[in-house]
């Protein structure tokens, strides 16, 4: 009888012990994406899921389009926005988490060709004006679109080629009418071409920071993330992460100051 207690108490031990060792159920949560954060958001939430089990899964396009879908109900947990202006908007129309917002990376405008050559690394080619085609982000919807505005203005350019300007929804379709030919020239996110701080292809010329607004990025929890854990602990992961901050700089951004 003693024997069989014994074993019966340790059996309810290793049961118990298994238990506690066993994870909590992975989850997966939808996270909006600004476009210019494509490359080194997919980096950080595979190194995530690597770490917790927990998939971010990753929607990107222009934060003034996810600033209505989650107006609208969109099932998105997470954003990570282009600016400051939309997660605080979000925040004080009652979508976002009251004290969730922090910047997470500051952001860089370059003028881009694919030509390798084409831009000179003071960008006199835009001044030249012997181009057909310069691509721009709407304004209205991108910040970064807004930045180039705010830059060709104070170059006084933007009246003599105003009418030279295709407009993207966001910076991905900005970059994509360059890289494929369609525009010789794009004002684009320095992150969309850069990695380890280096140019990746074509030819770049960056736009001192005095001539446009900081381009910091913010992120925030929105409502329907304010159970999840996973989402939790995502924000935590790009906040304080060493990876993930490595990953951010790789390229091209600058990191918040302390």
């Not at 879908?69 to 997660?87: E, R, S």
């Not at 000179?120 to 004006?129: A, H």
């Not at 920071?209 to 939790?232: H, N, R, V």
Request: glycine letters at 8%.
């Amino acid at each position: 009888m003693r024997i069989s207690a014994l074993c019966v108490s340790l059996l309810a031990l290793a049961c118990f012990t298994a238990a506690l060792a066993v994870p909590a159920a992975a989850e997966d949560f939808n996270v909006a994406v600004a476009a210019n954060f494509t490359n080194p958001a997919t980096d950080i939430a595979k190194a995530f899921e690597e770490e917790t089990g927990h998939k971010p899964v990753l929607s990107f396009g222009s934060t003034g389009n996810f600033k209505t879908q989650i107006q609208n109900g969109a099932p998105f947990v997470i954003l990570l926005a282009a600016d400051t202006k939309t997660p605080q908007e979000l925040e004080e129309g009652g979508f976002a988490v009251a004290g969730s917002r922090f910047t997470y990376a500051k952001g860089a405008l370059v003028l881009w060709s694919s030509t390798p050559g084409y831009v000179d690394p003071e960008g006199e080619v835009l001044k030249k004006n012997e181009f057909r085609f310069l691509a721009v982000a709407n304004p209205d919807l991108a910040p970064y679109g807004f930045a180039g505005h705010e830059f060709l203005q104070k170059w006084g350019l933007l009246p003599g080629i105003e009418s030279k300007i295709v407009t993207g929804n966001n910076i991905s379709d900005t970059f994509q009418a360059v890289n494929s030919g369609n525009a010789e020239l794009g004002l684009i996110a320095w992150s969309q071409v850069c990695k380890d701080g280096n140019l990746t292809s074509g030819s770049v010329f960056k736009v001192p920071a005095d001539l446009y607004s900081p381009i910091l990025q913010d992120a925030a929890l929105l409502k329907g993330g304010s159970d999840s854990e996973a989402a939790k602990a995502f924000l935590d992961y790009l906040k304080t992460n060493p990876k993930a901050l490595e990953i951010i700089v790789s390229y091209g951004y600058e990191l918040p100051a302390k």
